[in-house]
């Protein structure tokens, strides 16, 4: 089982560079999240969404922009790439709320 | 007030010792909440959710405590592949919103 997939796995962008980072899931899960995890530190909600074509925001979403048009799929697109965006980017989905997530292996992001 | 707090630690604890974690909560609406364990430079995993009633998985066991708004995981028989990141889990609306993690370091 594929489960959650995030491509790709590690990437180096220039200040300025625009980059989408893929994330797919096979399980049909209504529930897709997108979260940052900045070295010794805890992970913090980019965007989420709780079905196909519903996305809201979470904790740290500037910067960032998502789409959902698919229950599989939820791209997370960085525009004009900042050092303060170097970071790992995890990818989660989950059946519903209440429900334990599944994540992806992450993307390792460094902008210079 | 963040909604999930946790002590970072590290716990440093010899093999075979019991540990407590405590996670404590801002939202008393949250309605679910769950530990994860996260390997160093791995993707979080779902260690076990946590029940009002409490849950006992082998070596490990979840409380809630709704009135003081805080959970807690038990590690009795440490081992050495317990080392990991603790991340308490909980609920809010339509988010799942993580703790800063709890360092464990087990040694032999």
Known sequence: NA????TPKFRILKIGQSMTLQ???DMNHNYMYWYRQDPGMGLKLIYYSVGAGITDKG?????YNVSRSTTEDFPLRLELAAPSQTSVYFCASSKDRATEAFFGQGTRLTVV | RKEVEQDPGPFNVPEGATVAFNCTYSNSASQSFFWYRQDCRKEPKLLMS??????EDGRFTAQLNRASQYISLLIRDSK???SATYLCVGQYGNKLVFGAGTILRVKS
Not at chain 1, 3 to 6: H, I, K, L, R
Not at chain 2, 50 to 55: I, P, Q
Request: proline share 5%.
């Open chain 1, 3 to 6: 489960g959650v997939t995030q």
């Open chain 1, 23 to 25: 994330c797919a899931q």
């Open chain 1, 59 to 63: 904790e740290v979403p500037n910067g």
């Open chain 2, 50 to 55: 946590v029940y009002s009633s409490g849950n």
């Open chain 2, 80 to 82: 050495l592949s317990d």
